[in-house]
């Protein structure tokens, strides 16, 4: 008999409320202000205006000039009329910017 243990989410969300731009890796310079609305040491819940496919690759930045990370959307939902939920894997979050916030809680 086989057992099949299902895992849950190991990370802690933390409540964030940030502005952030997203752009697709292949188009950085389309921008869309978006706002991060919880956070985890390898990624964030981010609620936009736009559909975009899950294993995309896109970046993201607090601001326009801004420190941009390499994230890869893991799901997309449709929240309301024009309004997603996506869930994005950062890539190589080393020191990610998005970081001082999961310290504050």
Known sequence: MRLFLLRGR???????????YLARASLP?????????????????VTSKHYWRPGEVLTLSPSPNGPRVTAKVAY?????EH?????LRVENPGSGWWKQHLTRC
């Open 10 to 20: 190991s990370e802690r969300r933390v409540p964030v409320g940030m502005p952030v």
């Open 29 to 45: 310079e389309e921008t869309e202000l978006a706002v991060a609305t919880d956070a985890a040491e390898h990624g964030l819940r």
């Open 76 to 80: 997309c939902w449709r929240k309301l």
């Open 83 to 87: 309004t997603y939920h996506i869930g």
